[in-house]
Antibody
Framework: QITLKESGPTLVKPTQTLTLTCTFS??????????VGWIRQPPGKALEWLAV???????RYSPSLKSRFTITRDTSKNQVVLTLTNMDPVDTATYYC????????????WGQGILVTVSS | DIQMTQSPSTLSASVGDRVTITCRAS??????LAWYQQKPGIAPKLLIY???SLQSGVPSRFSGSGSGTDFTLTISSLQPDDFATYYC????????FGRGTRVEIK
């Protein structure tokens, strides 16, 4: 059974750095084709893809946000970490991590999400 | 970047209605298109991938079609559990979501 769960701070101040952790089970991020991505959703708005890391440690980022994001993995802990610098109130959103089975597939299993509020 | 345009943004329908939602890509994405259902406060649920493949466990009243730039999601007979927001997503080149279609009770 595949599960993912996001953890991290729920309140950050403007200009601070946000670090979110996705802890997963039921799959390995070293299996060929597998990926873990991050998607966010501001309150009342649409979904926005942010970043993904693959089984071979290849990483891809949203072009509009690339300079602010870093995605890394710890395969021994079954975790993926997303770091977002210089947080702004517009970054207030629910952040989800999600599993991708292999090339040609998209995100099938999602975490429950974590609401992060950016406010002074 | 590939842009995804969904229509309509809101749809009012009754139980038993046939519902169709459309999604258009700004360039060809072959069949690298997925549909998600989302209810308030809950993570999106994958319904359709590869434009027309039904995700395991999804009721057969959901179907998808299209290729290239134009796609549709059809619900053959709307059920009470189907009132939700639906998103299309392309994964031909990175990932992009549409702005969503809210299906509400008429």
């Amino acid at each position: 059974q595949i599960t993912l769960k996001e953890s991290g701070p729920t309140l950050v101040k403007p200009t601070q750095t946000l670090t979110l952790t996705c802890t997963f089970s039921g799959f390995s991020l070293t299996t060929s084709g597998v990926g873990v991505g991050w998607i966010r959703q501001p309150p009342g708005k649409a979904l926005e893809w942010l970043a993904v890391i693959f089984w071979d440690d290849n990483k891809r980022y949203s072009p509009s946000l690339k300079s602010r994001f870093t995605i890394t993995r710890d395969t021994s802990k079954n975790q993926v970490v997303l770091t977002l610098t210089n947080m702004d109130p517009v970054d207030t959103a629910t952040y989800y991590c999600a599993h991708r089975l292999k090339y040609g597939h998209t995100f099938d299993y999602w975490g429950q999400g974590i609401l992060v509020t950016v406010s002074s | 970047d590939i842009q995804m345009t969904q229509s309509p943004s809101t749809l009012s329908a009754s139980v038993g209605d046939r519902v169709t939602i459309t999604c258009r890509a700004s360039q060809s994405i072959s069949t690298w298109l997925a549909w998600y259902q989302q209810k308030p406060g809950i993570a999106p649920k994958l319904l359709i991938y590869a434009a027309s493949s039904l995700q395991s466990g999804v009721p057969s009243r959901f179907s998808g079609s299209g290729s290239g730039t134009d796609f549709t999601l059809t619900i053959s007979s709307l059920q009470p559990d189907d009132f939700a927001t639906y998103y299309c997503q392309q994964y031909n080149d990175l990932w992009t979501f549409g702005r969503g279609t809210r299906v509400e009770i008429k």
